[in-house]
């Protein structure tokens, strides 16, 4: 088996950069592999320190035609091969851009570098335009499913090969990507030169694509010969975890917490309509161990911790509680509450990597004073949206929320006005969410 699949990194018996290229790849890809069949735990688990979900996104187009597509097949082959495919580690999947994208296998096709290996060596070159930001997007949308193979918890990667440059706009692409929670690397060889550059839709299609613009994300090859050297960084790349931001969305990186108005002006069917309105922000979120948390406190004079964030990982559990917590009836002292919910509810995970917010929704006027607490929560790293209902004085609502108070403050006579002003809070923490990204 191992002599056919090292020819899988036999491309042309052409110039002697190329036989170069091809020796050191396979006396590079032999001796780890021959350690690796006799071990099979290790070879079944795979680099347990690499973990990614990582779609290669080849260039299939007329622009980098069927001798450099062989070249490129060879490279990801090599980088495939290193990065230490297994059940526990990376797995990898494979998309050809060209006139139209054809995803040629997905995560859960292949757990092993020798099936991934055999699979890479059979996919045949397309042609056409190159239309990368076609594929792109293609791979952002239907790519990464659970269906296809995503694990949850482990980053999503593109590395987009980009031979010259693309005949579609790919910035458009970019964004799709990052609101998919995708990271995308882009690996460009052959840069257009001075007398292409007229030819190019847009010079700076790296810069507009990648993740971010940090330099972290863009990779350069000067051609395809001799890209060995090229293999081990571009790995070491692909498994930092830690650099990986934009598997960070608004929806897998918040706590969120309620402050429920439970006092007698409320009443019960009313009440319902809060709960009502809490929980259909709380499901817009993907919650999780890893993921999302959500938590809620009722007040009257009292605070009761309904649920806190640890308490509950699932959606399925946050929004049954949700509908059972009972409608407690008594006096409103709001700023007592911030300082609790403050104190108990994001005291205890203050070392959460997840941006904290709190969303408030009350009927009426405080007996205590709102804006001291509210500022300790402001200055504690808590974004506050208020949202007040009939008899709440629209002063202490602007002075509860964060700045800017017209984008976090909210109110509305009626409760049933309160189902509007879900999706303004959903879009609020997204806003405050990306901004605190940058």
């Not at 960084?233 to 990986?244: A, D, F, G, S, W």
């Not at 999780?288 to 007040?299: H, P």
Request: proline share 4%; net charge neutral.
């Amino acid at each position: 088996m191992l002599s056919r699949w090292s020819a899988s990194f036999t491309v042309t018996k052409g110039k002697s950069s190329t036989q170069e290229a091809t020796g050191q790849a396979v006396s590079t890809a032999h001796p780890p592999t021959g350690k690796r069949l006799k071990k099979t735990p290790e070879k079944k688990t795979g680099n347990k320190d690499c973990k990614a979900d990582i779609a290669f996104l080849i260039d299939g187009s007329f622009n980098i035609g069927q001798r450099r597509f062989n070249l490129q097949k060879n490279f990801v082959g090599k980088v495939a091969l290193m990065l230490g495919i297994g059940t526990e580690g990376p797995h990898v999947g494979l998309v050809q851009a060209s006139e139209h994208p054809k995803i040629e296998f997905y995560l859960k096709n292949f757990t092993s570098a020798k099936d991934v290996l055999f699979a890479i060596k059979e996919v045949g070159f397309r042609g056409g335009n190159s239309n990368t930001g076609k594929a792109l997007k293609h791979t952002a949308q239907k790519f990464f499913t659970v269906d296809a193979g995503v694990r949850k918890g482990i980053p999503k990667v593109v590395v987009v090969f980009i031979d010259g440059w693309p005949s579609d706009d790919i910035e458009e692409a970019g964004i799709v990507a990052r609101e998919f929670g995708v990271n995308v690397f882009i690996v460009s060889v052959a840069k257009p030169i001075p007398e292409e550059l007229g030819m190019v839709q847009d010079v700076t299609f790296v810069d507009k694509a990648v993740c971010r613009n940090n330099g972290f994300f863009s990779y350069h090859m000067p051609n395809w010969f001799g890209t060995t050297k090229y293999v081990k960084p571009l790995v070491q790349k692909l498994c930092t975890h830690e650099q990986m931001m934009c598997s960070k969305t608004c929806y897998n990186s918040v706590n969120i917490a309620f402050l429920i108005d439970g006092s007698s002006s409320v009443g019960d069917s009313n009440f319902r309509l809060m709960l009502e309105f809490v929980s259909n922000i709380a499901k817009t979120f993907e919650i999780s161990d890893i993921g999302a948390k959500i938590a809620a406190v009722q007040f009257t004079y009292d605070q009761r911790t309904e649920f806190s964030f640890t308490d509950y990982s699932t959606k399925e559990n946050v929004l049954a509680v949700i509908r059972n917590i009972r409608y407690m009836s008594g006096g409103t002292a709001t700023g007592d509450a911030i300082s609790f919910t403050v104190r108990n509810v994001f005291g205890p995970i203050r070392e959460s990597p997840n941006k904290n917010f709190l969303v408030i929704v009350t009927d009426g006027q405080s007996y205590d004073d709102v804006q001291g607490p509210a500022a300790a929560a402001h200055d504690a790293g808590i974004t506050i949206f208020s949202v007040g209902v009939a008899w709440a004085p629209l002063d202490d609502l602007k002075d509860m929320a964060s700045k800017p108070k017209e984008s976090h403050a909210f109110f509305t006579r009626e409760f049933t006005g309160l189902e509007p002003i879900v999706s303004d809070v959903i879009r609020g923490i997204c806003r405050d969410f990306l901004e605190s990204q940058q």
